[in-house]
T-cell receptor, first 112, second 115 residues
Framework: KQEVTQIPAALSVPEGENLVLNCSFT??????LQWFRQDPGKGLTSLLL?????REQTSGRLNASLDKSSGRSTLYIAASQPGDSATYLC???????????FGKGTRLSVIA | DGGITQSPKYLFRKEGQNVTLSCEQN?????MYWYRQDPGQGLRLIYY???????QKGDIAEGYSVSREKKESFPLTVTSAQKNPTAFYLC??????????????FGSGTQLSVL
């Protein structure tokens, strides 16, 4: 059964720092990997989707990489801002009709 | 504008009562999902539906029921059999599943609490 792990569970950084969030998954047979952002008491917003054949995706200050063979993905946030404070969740899409499997998320605080 | 609407935002359940959470989408998505989120935890799948009049159990379906009579609507009933229903419930729908590019769109959630 596919399992997704995110480390660390929480992270606090000063404004302006570059940072990396980690995601690992146990089964390399995936269709895609997605990164989401969740603000307190809100739903999830999709940030980046990496197909299984791709190595990375970029959107503004965000860059997500995928190493399928090792079961790892990273989300790189450049020049962090207080508005980046949120929980970031990683999810993988297994083959077939199986829905996304989510990690527990990393709670990020960017201190001004 | 297009999106997923969940209602109510807050819901309180008395012991022994069934309650229904509403989820409506106007994105013309075929697939819809219900997730449960507990504090500090990830999302756990309750039920999902990939087409009208069909749905499948997720990892934690016990104590819950769903229906999918219309493409736009996927209501979730929390029955009295669910002994620990306090949680944040999220509904989602997805783009036509080409699998590689399938993206999930979420509603704003319903917080259910027990009185």
């Amino acid at each position: 059964k596919q399992e997704v792990t995110q480390i660390p569970a929480a992270l606090s950084v000063p404004e302006g720092e570059n940072l990396v969030l980690n995601c690992s998954f146990t089964d390399s047979a995936i269709y895609n990997l997605q990164w989401f952002r969740q603000d307190p008491g809100k739903g999830l917003t999709s940030l980046l989707l990496i197909q299984s054949s791709q190595r990375e995706q970029t959107s503004g200050r965000l860059n997500a990489s995928l190493d399928k063979s090792s079961g790892r993905s990273t989300l790189y946030i450049a020049a962090s801002q207080p508005g980046d404070s949120a929980t970031y969740l990683c999810a993988v899409r297994p083959p077939g009709n199986t829905p996304l499997v989510f990690g527990k998320g990393t709670r990020l605080s960017v201190i001004a | 504008d297009g999106g997923i609407t969940q209602s109510p935002k807050y819901l309180f359940r008395k012991e022994g009562q069934n309650v229904t959470l509403s989820c409506e989408q106007n994105l013309n998505h075929d697939a819809m999902y219900w997730y449960r989120q507990d504090p500090g935890q990830g999302l756990r799948l309750i039920y999902y539906s990939q087409i009208v009049n069909d749905f499948q159990k997720g990892d934690i379906a016990e104590g819950y029921s769903v229906s999918r009579e219309k493409k736009e609507s996927f209501p979730l009933t929390v029955t009295s059999a669910q002994k620990n229903p306090t949680a944040f419930y999220l509904c989602a729908s997805s783009t036509p599943p080409s699998h590689l590019n399938e993206k999930l769109f979420f509603g704003s959630g319903t917080q259910l609490s027990v009185l």
